[in-house]
């Protein structure tokens, strides 16, 4: 059988588990896949093809519907409850129409006579891999936001030029760096989605939301037993981005130790999963992102010269929202007719002062902040929807958010006006947020003797910190615990 009847993903030794009760047949076929560039796995029953599925990665399972005095689609219904995502071909000496919709209807990608035909079965596990791979892909987009680049201003085409060129690279590294609320991971999307490796997947990691305890094991995988909670084998992201790209936002939040090991892997293409002794080949573009000053990081010694380097292959600059004030317009639209659509409300215009206000404001939290704005303007503050018809048909001026109107930045200190004043009412989230400026304004930045005056921990005052858009506002190397 050809070679290309198999995807070229399977460079990095896919595993095919064959599950029969005849030693000989499992043999043969392993040694066939083995010349092909799998590696081969056996299982002669269902809880030897179980134990292998807990404990090393298996990419496509061949299971026999027949395996002695055990049901093989009672084995079938027990490996997709431990992995819904794994393909299992069923092989059959005696095969119906009906045992086929069964195995169908239980999860089964496909089934073939036995004994198989290789060209035939080397097709259909090739076209198992790939219906994994689109399926882990498709989950993992609908998992998260997608908002497609809007505007037209200058400094924005400026940005898709430079990803334009980016993208002619298959492998080089980009360092995208930008305020939060920018669109980092927008960018990095674009650059993806204009790149040769748009076909394969995109897997993003916010480098700052997991303990550093546990994000070695999320970047690399690891094997059963590797610590205390690795109850199964585990990929990491770095496999699941195979033949795609890999987004690690925040990337300035890495720690020392595993800056090192992922020089190793930009350099190799290779690394070993925790608590493995394989090294594991994988063909990866990495692209990373960071609203920090990765260069005074370095001469601060909090990150590491050789990765700032390797990382900063192709350096991107996204630029502020204020410095596009002309996208604000179709930005507010679009995230307008958004959440309306959500709700199911009719789409307001937006009155002519209303979108001078937006519009002249400097946006310090930029897209994100923008969009959050919108989205409370539509909850909350537009007259909903009645039995009677009667809603809103416009935003105005009154609408939109004291900061806005006031023609103050909510960086300024929250003394500068009352926080109750006369006759209006403000959101609580909007003291909230009032609150927190402040305090963050009297300890100069320093989160956690702010935290403490307000009475909260310091990782609800993060939290706090990202909802509101108001990430900039603390310096981290004000902080006694940075």
Request: glycine share 8%; aromatic share 4%; proline share 5%.
């Amino acid at each position: 059988m050809a070679n290309d009847a198999i995807p070229a993903a399977t460079q990095v030794a896919h595993t095919l588990l064959v599950v029969d009760d005849e030693r000989s047949l499992r043999f043969s076929i392993g040694e066939w896949a083995r010349d092909l560039g799998f590696t081969p796995l056996e299982a002669s029953g269902g809880a030897e093809a179980l134990a292998q599925v807990r404990d090393r990665s298996v990419d496509v399972v061949l299971l026999d519907l027949k395996l002695g005095a055990e049901d093989g689609m009672q084995v079938l219904r027990a490996l997709r409850e431990e992995d819904p995502t794994l393909p299992v071909i069923m092989l059959t000496g005696h095969g119906t129409m009906s045992h086929a919709v069964e195995a169908t209807r239980l999860g089964a990608f496909h089934f073939i006579s036995k004994p198989p035909d290789l060209d035939q079965l080397g097709a259909m596990i090739g076209t198992a891999l790939e219906h994994a791979r689109l399926q882990r892909e498709v989950e993992h987009w609908r998992s998260g936001e997608r908002t497609s680049l809007i505007g037209e201003s200058g400094a924005l085409r400026d940005v898709l030029q430079r990803l334009d060129r980016a993208a002619r690279s298959e492998t080089a590294t980009v360092l995208i760096r930008g305020e939060t609320g920018v669109g980092k991971e927008l960018m990095a999307r674009e650059l993806h989605a204009r790149s040769a490796r748009a076909a394969g997947p995109f897997i993003d990691l916010n480098c700052s939301s997991i303990p550093e305890q546990l994000l070695e094991s999320e970047l690399y995988g690891h094997e059963r037993g590797a610590f205390t909670d690795a109850k199964r084998f585990r990929k990491g992201l770095f496999e699941l981005a195979h033949r795609g790209t890999l987004f690690l936002d925040e990337i300035g939040e890495m720690a020392p130790q595993l800056q090192a090991k992922l020089l190793r892997v930009l350099e190799s293409r290779t690394f070993r999963r925790v608590g493995g002794t394989e090294d594991v080949r994988v063909d990866v573009r990495v692209l990373a992102a960071t609203h920090r000053d990765l260069r005074r990081l370095v001469d601060e010694g909090r990150f590491r010269e050789d990765l700032y380097f390797r990382l900063n292959v192709v350096p991107i600059e996204v630029p502020p929202l204020r410095e596009r004030t002309e996208d604000v317009p179709e930005l507010v639209r679009y995230f307008v007719g958004r959440f309306c659509g959500e709700l199911g409300r009719p789409v307001p215009r937006v009155a002519p002062a209303a979108m001078s206000a937006l519009s002249s404001y400097a946006w310090p939290g930029n897209i994100r902040e923008l969009k959050n704005t919108i989205e409370r303007i539509v909850l909350i503050e537009l007259q909903p929807l009645t039995s009677a018809g009667a809603a809103d048909d416009e935003i105005r001026l009154e609408h939109l958010p004291f900061e806005i109107t006031g023609g103050r930045s909510p960086r300024a200190s929250a003394d500068a006006g009352p926080v109750f004043p006369a006759g209006q009412v403000r959101p609580l989230a909007e003291v909230e947020r009032l609150a927190i400026q402040h305090a963050l304004e009297v300890c100069g930045g320093n989160k956690t003797r702010a935290a403490g005056l307000l009475g909260i921990s310091r990782q609800t005052l993060r939290t706090k910190l990202k909802e509101f858009a108001l990430d900039e506002g603390a310096d981290e190397s004000g902080d006694d615990e940075a």
